[in-house]
């Protein structure tokens, strides 16, 4: 069965560190990947996605996302945290012979940028 | 903002008791998918509307059961209610699968 991990559950950095959050699948054929923030009190918003082509993809606010077929990793990252990017991260497979847009997430990682 | 709304925001039942959740869809989205997002866990795919008919179910019992009307709009039923439905339920809605777009959610407590 199709699986998404990600590796932490919760992170804590200061603003202006870099953040790194991994996420890994375990799913044979041909995914979509997608990177989704939770803000606090807000409804789930996509980051970003990546269906095929460069596999480095950027994506609002400052967030890039790096597939590694290989690895079967998705893993998101930012240079420099601000205090406004804490939140919940959550990455979500789909797999593309599942057009209709099943998404498969992981547990999701919260994150806590301290001033 | 995202343009679905869901109603009510929250929800306390108890167990055996059934409810009804509601989800108003983006202008111009007719898919709808359902969510169940537990605490301290990813959301959970329930099942997925396409012009009022289901298109895809995830690993959920038959008591959870939907609907989708002619205004691209949908229902999320649960019979029976047991203390492990307690989550938040999602709703997303997208045109013919493309990107999801969420809403706030509804939180149910079954007590």
């Known amino acids: 069965a199709q699986s998404v991990s990600q590796h932490n559950h919760h992170v804590i950095l200061s603003e202006a560190a870099s953040l790194e959050l991994g996420c890994n699948y375990s799913y044979g054929g041909t995914v979509n990947l997608f990177w989704y923030v939770q803000y606090p009190g807000q409804h789930l918003q996509l980051l970003l996605k990546y269906f095929s082509g460069d596999p480095l993809v950027k994506g609002i606010k400052g967030f890039e996302a790096e597939f590694i077929k290989s690895k079967f990793s998705f893993n998101l990252r930012k240079p420099s945290v601000q205090w406004s990017d804490t939140a919940e991260y959550f990455c979500?497979?789909?797999?593309?012979?599942?057009?209709?847009?099943?998404?498969?997430f992981g547990a999701g990682t919260q994150v806590v940028v301290t001033p | 903002e995202t343009g679905v709304t869901q109603s009510p925001t929250h929800l306390i039942k108890t167990r055996g008791q059934q409810v009804t959740l509601r989800c108003s869809s983006q202008s111009g989205h007719n898919t709808v998918s359902w969510y169940q997002q537990a605490l301290g866990q990813g959301p959970q795919f329930i099942f997925q509307?396409?012009?009022?008919?289901?298109?895809g179910r995830g690993n959920f019992p038959p008591r959870f059961s939907g609907l989708q009307f002619p205004n691209y709009s949908s229902e999320l039923n649960v019979n029976a209610l047991e203390l492990d439905d307690s989550a938040l339920y999602l709703c997303a809605s997208s045109l013919s699968g493309d990107e999801q777009f969420f809403g706030p959610g509804t939180r149910l407590t079954v007590l």
């Open positions: 979500a497979v789909r797999e593309t012979t599942d057009s209709w847009g099943k998404l498969q």
């Open positions: 509307y396409y012009r009022e008919e289901e298109n």
